[in-house]
């Protein structure tokens, strides 16, 4: 199953950039140079993603209530060729992947939003 997860991936100028992926695989390495039996040396996990890059489409706002859609990204259909491996421990969250055969040339991504703090 793939999912979508906004990948951290640098911080600038106090405010960080967020770049999302598609998840494809989940990799474990074993780095491990003794020899013992029952071995507890690191194994540092990675995420292999395809990177999404921007759409030019932008969802209209409502003029009179001034709502918008901003918790849904458009993103370019992801491509084999823009691969990445990361850490896991650079996922930020859980996103939602969607993609319609009405659209082509785009796909969405939705976060969830926050429910726990409140004004």
């Not at 995420?47 to 709502?67: M, N, W, Y």
């Not at 992801?78 to 859980?94: F, I, S, W």
């Not at 969405?108 to 926050?114: E, I, K, W, Y």
Request: glycine content about 2%; hydrophobic content about 40%.
């Amino acid at each position: 199953m793939k999912s979508s997860i906004p990948l951290n991936t640098s911080v600038q100028r106090n405010e960080t950039i967020t770049k999302f992926g598609l998840i494809d695989f989940f990799l474990t390495l074993k780095i491990c140079d003794c020899a013992r039996e029952s071995c507890d040396c690191t194994q540092p996990c990675y995420a292999i993603l395809r990177k999404l890059s921007q759409h030019d489409f932008r969802f209209a706002s409502d003029e009179v209530t001034g709502c918008t859609v901003s918790h849904i990204n458009v993103f370019k259909v992801p491509t084999e060729a823009k691969l990445a491996v990361v850490g896991v421990e650079c996922l930020v969250k859980k996103c939602v992947f969607m993609s319609f055969q009405d659209f082509t040339d785009r796909v969405f991504v939705a976060s969830f939003p926050n429910t726990l703090e409140r004004d």
